[in-house]
């Protein structure tokens, strides 16, 4: 098995999509307007609207309310991300901050409030558990 990517119901699709698209540098295919794909080398983060749950079980997913799950990506200056989004992400929860298992992490929300994740491996150890 293989885990390939994650979805993401929204009620604003063009919007999801730009945050994410300013954040990554990856430009998503959008077959509909209801649905886009950012993929990067190792997974894809989808983003659908509210018009495609009733496709797979009606009521089944709701936009904006998560609050378990943070969306995480690996990038290669967290600090220069924090800088990118600053002055347009309405929400950082954390700093740049060098976490106890060697990640410099940034944790921030997206437009529907979904907790996002950007770290750098900063550590011997966090560098040889990422290397490429």
């Known amino acids: 098995m293989d885990f390939v990517s994650i979805r993401i119901i929204t009620?604003?699709?063009a919007r999801l999509v730009d945050f994410y698209e300013r954040?990554?540098?990856v430009t998503?295919?959008?077959p509909t307007e209801d649905f886009a794909e950012l993929r990067?080398?190792?997974a894809t983060l989808a983003i659908a609207g509210t018009r495609t749950v009733p496709l797979f079980a009606p009521?089944?997913?709701r936009p904006a309310e998560n609050h378990s799950v943070i969306v995480e990506f690996l990038v290669d200056d967290v600090d220069r991300v924090?800088?990118?989004l600053t002055g347009s992400v309405e929400d950082f929860v954390q700093a740049p901050t060098t976490m106890p298992w060697g990640n410099r992490s940034l944790l921030l929300r997206d437009?529907?409030?979904n907790l996002v994740n950007f770290f750098t491996p900063v550590t011997p150890a966090a560098v040889a558990k990422f290397a490429r």
Do not use: E, K, Q
Request: aromatic share 0%.
């Open 40 to 42: 990067t080398t190792s």
């Open 11 to 13: 009620g604003d699709v």
């Open 59 to 61: 009521g089944a997913a």
């Open 82 to 84: 924090h800088r990118n």
């Open 28 to 30: 998503a295919n959008r």
């Open 111 to 113: 437009p529907d409030g």
């Open 23 to 25: 954040a990554t540098g």
